[in-house]
Nanobody, 131 residues
Framework: QVQLVESGGGVVQPGGSLRLSCAAS????????IAWFRQAPGKEREGISC????????????MYADSVKGRFTISRDNDKNTVYLQMNSLKPEDTAVYYC????????????????????WGQGTQVTVSS
């Protein structure tokens, strides 16, 4: 069955970096958009980045929320069935549980930061930014 497993979270000081991984199994990663979301206590789940599939004419389009643009970078390694989120210049407001997610269907038309467009979710990994 479809499984997504996040890892790489932890405690980091402001200005530090972390790299999150989303290991996918049970499906062919090549054909699916994958997104990262986060949810802080008392707040709604926020879409922060997604990456489309790699085609003959595109290396994989990335989308970012304004809150992380210029600091976070999403990438995918289809051979390793893994999507990454490199997070730099971390701020206390980045503290949250981070989730990766996949839409029900394949194809780049599902590229979105709207959590309602995603059906399969990982269990999440905690990121805490604190001095």
């Amino acid at each position: 069955q479809v499984q997504l497993v996040e890892s790489g979270g932890g405690v980091v000081q402001p200005g530090g970096s972390l790299r999150l991984s989303c290991a996918a199994s049970g499906f062919t990663l090549d054909y699916y958009v994958i997104a990262w979301f986060r949810q802080a206590p008392g707040k709604e789940r926020e879409g922060i980045s997604c990456i489309s599939t790699i085609t003959r004419t595109s290396a994989g389009r990335m989308m970012y929320a304004d809150s992380v643009k210029g600091r976070f970078t999403i990438s995918r390694d289809n051979d390793k069935n893994t999507v990454y989120l490199q997070m730099n210049s971390l701020k206390p407001e980045d503290t949250a549980v981070y989730y990766c997610a996949r839409p029900r269907y394949s194809g780049n038309s599902y590229s979105s930061l709207d959590p309602d467009r995603y059906e399969f979710w990982g269990q999440g990994t905690q990121v805490t930014v604190s001095s």
